[in-house]
């Protein structure tokens, strides 16, 4: 149960910031990003994208869920207050779009064009590039377009989330002598968004077009004989977050597989056309998906910005990326027995400023060790194409007891997760899907081991991200590799608990969710605030994605009371005003942006000199705290603590490049380096001093 703690007699709305807009202000900070003259111009657009991709995914998970709550019957429950909140959602969403497309149009696509990248609309093609284009329809596109007439006979079509789509005003008789309307075309999803021209047609620089507007171009060569009077792209988004009653199905996996093939055709939840759609056809696109206008949203560009990325992947020029940047191989490990070395030392790794391939190797010597009899892995995620799986598949082949729990509910990763267990059960290993109703979020591996006498050691690895090699070159984690015996024990009692799903034994070491890991955390808390209240100084610190956890937050203004420093590095939303007096005058909420996405949780507190340091797969959020299996693991070593405490917290709070301040209100400010104050910036300065990059671009 959640710990009850007191809380000042303030209203909700004073006490907790709104999760929703949140959530949108941490989307205007890396929009931030892409107007920053001072990055790449590639970089700006992927920073365009990851907004287009966040905001996709807040209209299908969280904008879906409010829309979901507040309905009865399909229809809208008409509650003032839930009504405002919505239309304040849909407000800033609407503006952050805007300002998305004004970026692109008016900003990087122009000077992209000045460095001889040209994404050319129909009317600046000329007659050359016009001509290959139709010939490129013609061959490519027409044959697999199957343009849709609406009448009784035809209704409106299923259209898949997120897909492009034509609707078209039509004008005249069809070859059956009626006046259908409008016509439906559905763009291949098996073709490329972005189409490069030939380089003699791109006037010494590079040529390329969108997929929508080719077909834009060509609309009425498909619709012979009748006169095209408008015509518009749109998009629909749709609710995706998979339901499945755990209780009721026999065959997880059956049922989810299953739910995978209706995501596509969840709830509507946002529709975006171009911005010069006509009204009328606007209106008809919202009657069928049951759609208010709210929900609409016109733009001046594609319809779906995320696949302006595949224009990123084609363009090599380095000058307009990020100076290349690799993870130093760390020496002292290349080349020795991992077991031999966790015998003498933990291992500490901080990606992506050191390799992963550490970890990889962890996993592919025990799985060809003789002398390992079991490993054990939770997997959320790790991608369609993964070393690790592979690894685990030849330990199985070879006859060592192998048992994967695979999260199936991992969202947007459950068809490669499937797909991974199944590989698993067909070589032998053991695949378990969690606990029912909950999902393995913990980041755990564990490697026993026949020894010297006979005995069985345990060697594991506990981290902060995911298993999944290709995120970890983009996002900020922490990996621990030990022999400690208590906590290495401790991770198999874990493993024993997720698979016999028995009451899981009072741990040392470990905090573990949905049993301790909320209670724990307040008690680490309370205790900070107990050595304040005693005259001496006390201190917290924490690093996370999001806070947002009631209890956890009430817990740190009654510590702000006490008199403890608290500074939260939080990348995301966070429910907590900072800087109230009375309420939180001690805690200041800062926010980082920058080159890698940050990911670490990190959880310290002074404890009278202790320096007690936990890493951990958890955010401070209701549904990782009591909604999922995850774990909190102390660093115990004092080297290793210093480093985590000098690479993940002390220069993201010396930061003044990336930074972002949290104000009582809810706003954030860009952090700058004052008059004589020196730039500093913690992922350049982690860059330099533990991986690859060259001095020249300080």
């Known amino acids: ?64 869920s409010l829309l ?67 010939s490129y329809f013609e061959r490519e596109v027409r044959p697999l377009l199957t343009p849709i007439g609406l009448d009784p006979a035809h209704p409106f079509p299923q259209v898949v989330n997120k897909s492009l789509n034509f609707i078209v005003s039509l004008a005249g008789k069809d070859a059956f002598g009626r006046g259908t309307a409008i016509a ?39 619709f012979n004989g009748r006169e095209v009077i408008n015509y518009s792209q749109f998009r629909v988004t749709r609710d995706s977050d998979l339901w499945v009653d755990e209780e009721e199905v026999k065959n997880l996996r059956q049922a989810l597989q ?21 009204e009328n056809l606007s209106r008809f696109l919202l009657e069928q998906f049951s759609l208010d206008n709210d929900r609409l949203y016109p733009v001046d560009g594609p319809v779906n910005m995320v696949r302006l990325g595949e224009l990123v992947d084609h363009v090599k020029q380095p000058n307009l990326r990020f100076p290349p940047f690799s993870a130093k191989a760390i020496g002292k490990y290349a080349h020795a027995d991992i077991f031999t070395l966790l015998r003498k030392q933990d291992i500490l790794l901080h990606h992506p400023f050191q390799p992963f391939q550490t970890v990889i190797d962890f996993i592919r010597s025990a799985s060809q060790d003789p002398s390992v009899v079991a490993i054990k892995q939770t997997i959320y995620r790790t991608g369609m194409n993964s070393d690790l799986m592979e690894s685990l598949i030849t330990a199985a082949r070879l006859g060592k007891e192998v048992t994967v729990i695979v999260e199936l509910m991992a969202r947007f990763d459950e068809e490669a997760n499937i797909n991974w267990a199944d590989k698993l059960q067909r070589a032998g290993a053991q695949v378990v899907y969690g606990v029912v109703g909950l999902k393995t979020h913990a980041k755990l591996a564990l490697v026993i081991r026949r020894e010297e006498g ?6 594991a690895h506990l981290g902060t991200g995911n298993y999944h090699p290709s995120t970890t070159r983009f996002y900020t984690d922490f990996g621990l ?22 009451k899981p034994k009072k741990l040392e070491y470990l905090w573990l969710a949905p049993f301790a890991l909320q209670p724990q955390i307040i008690k680490a808390i309370r205790n900070e605030a107990r050595i304040a209240r005693e005259g001496r100084p006390a201190r917290i610190i924490a690093k996370m994605n999001a806070l947002l956890d009631e209890s956890v937050i009430r817990a740190l203004y009654a510590a702000s009371a006490d008199g403890v420093k608290i500074d939260l590095i939080i990348r995301g939303a966070c429910a907590l005003r900072p800087g109230v ?25 002074r404890n009278d000199l202790a320096h007690d340091v936990y890493l951990a797969s958890a955010d401070w959020m209701n549904r990782n705290l009591f909604r999922r299996i995850e774990v909190a693991f102390p660093v115990l070593e004092k080297s290793l603590k210093k480093r985590v405490i000098s690479e993940g917290l002390e220069p993201y709070l010396k930061d003044n490049v990336n930074a972002w301040t949290l104000d009582s209100d809810g706003r954030y400010e860009r952090k700058k380096a004052r008059a004589k104050q020196v730039q500093f910036c913690a992922q350049q300065h982690l860059m330099q001093t533990l991986g690859s990059l060259s001095d020249t671009d300080n």
């Open 481 to 502: 590799l030990t022999a400690h015996p208590g906590m290495a024990a401790e991770v198999n009692e874990v493993f024993i608990h997720l698979t016999g799903l028995t």
């Open 581 to 605: 007096p009375g309420l939180s005058e001690n805690i200041k909420v800062r926010s980082i942006i920058g080159r890698f996405l940050e990911h670490s949780r990190i959880y310290y507190f």
């Open 1 to 64: 149960m959640p710990v009850k703690t007191a809380a000042p007699e303030l209203s909700r709305s004073v006490i907790f910031l709104d999760r929703e807009m949140s959530q949108i202000a941490f989307n205007w900070r890396v929009l931030a990003q892409a107007e920053d003259r001072s990055i790449p111009l590639l970089e700006r657009l992927k920073y365009l994208c990851i907004v287009g991709s966040n905001l996709d995914e807040f209209f299908e998970v969280r904008v879906a």
């Open 454 to 459: 006979g005995t069985l050691r345990h060697y």
């Open 258 to 278: 299953g739910e995978l093939q209706t995501r596509q055709f969840g709830a509507a939840v946002r529709l975006e056309v171009a911005k010069n759609c006509p």
């Open 184 to 222: 439906i075309v559905k763009a291949p999803r098996v073709l490329p968004r972005i189409i490069r021209l030939p380089d003699e047609l791109s006037n010494n620089g590079m040529a390329f077009c969108l997929l929508s507007s080719v077909i834009h171009s060509h609309i009425e060569d498909l």
């Open 68 to 134: 979901a709550q507040n309905t009865i019957d399909g229809e809208l429950v008409q509650h003032p207050t839930f009504q405002a909140m919505l239309k304040r959602v849909s407000d800033e969403c609407h503006q952050l779009a805007k300002r998305q497309y004004e970026l692109l149009n008016q900003e990087i696509l122009p000077q992209l064009s000045k460095k001889g990248i040209h994404l050319l609309r129909h009317s600046e093609r000329n007659e050359a590039q016009r001509a290959w284009v139709k």
